[in-house]
């Protein structure tokens, strides 16, 4: 939230928190309904626009947000 606060407009990162807000949501409510990208680590992917995506994994009663992503990085720097 720092981050936002300091890079975007108010209103922008208003929007993109209300965004996120509603994700988490509907991921509380179904947290399968988005594709695992690794088994393993139980990680999922949830694109929040398209430059932003949100990492997470379920834990029995609890969302664990591991990452929120810019995608327009270099994707061989996503770490999870």
Do not use: G
């Not at 991921?27 to 594709?35: G, L």
């Amino acid at each position: 939230m720092d981050y936002l606060a300091e890079e975007w407009e108010n209103t922008v990162s208003l929007k993109f928190l209300d965004l996120v807000d509603i994700l988490l949501k509907q991921i509380a409510i179904n947290p399968k309904q988005f594709p695992l990208i690794n088994k393993s680590l139980n990680i999922r992917k949830c694109v929040i626009t398209k430059h932003n995506t949100l990492f997470y994994r379920n834990k029995r009663t609890v969302i664990e947000v591991v990452r929120i992503y810019d995608t327009r990085q270099d994707p061989e720097k996503l770490q999870l």
